[in-house]
């Protein structure tokens, strides 16, 4: 098992999304194949540092499905109650192949602050 440790302090969420993602499907591996699964851990550090200004009134959708079911959640609100990692996690599972792997990708993802 590969663990692989990145420090976020300074960096955008969105470029270091996109890195975990790439690490996380094998991507940065000579032998990638997008079938099989790579058996990395990912550990994101200093979580806090993140650079995320004029972001943080950015609204999370989710939708039930029933009639006046749609919620609304800025990050800001997100991050006082879930912490960094709920909203590092969802920028990554948006970077990653909508498929039955996504679900047991995330599951490598250790965020500390």
């Known amino acids: 098992m590969n663990t692989i440790t990145l420090d976020a302090t300074g960096k955008k969420l969105g ?3 996109s890195e975990v993602a790439m690490i996380l499907q094998g991507k940065n ?3 990638y194949v ?3 699964l790579e058996n990395t851990k990912v550990i994101i550090t200093n ?3 993140l650079d995320m ?3 943080l009134d950015r609204e999370y959708l989710s939708y039930s499905g029933y009639p006046g079911g749609l919620r609304r959640e800025t990050a800001s609100r997100l991050k006082e109650r879930k912490g960094m990692e709920a909203i590092i996690k969802n920028a990554v599972s948006g970077m990653l192949p909508k498929n039955t792997h996504r679900s047991r990708l995330l599951l490598n993802i250790t965020v500390t602050d």
């Open 15 to 17: 470029r270091l999304a």
């Open 29 to 31: 591996t000579p032998g």
């Open 34 to 36: 997008p079938h099989v």
């Open 47 to 49: 979580a806090t540092k």
């Open 53 to 55: 200004e004029n972001r």
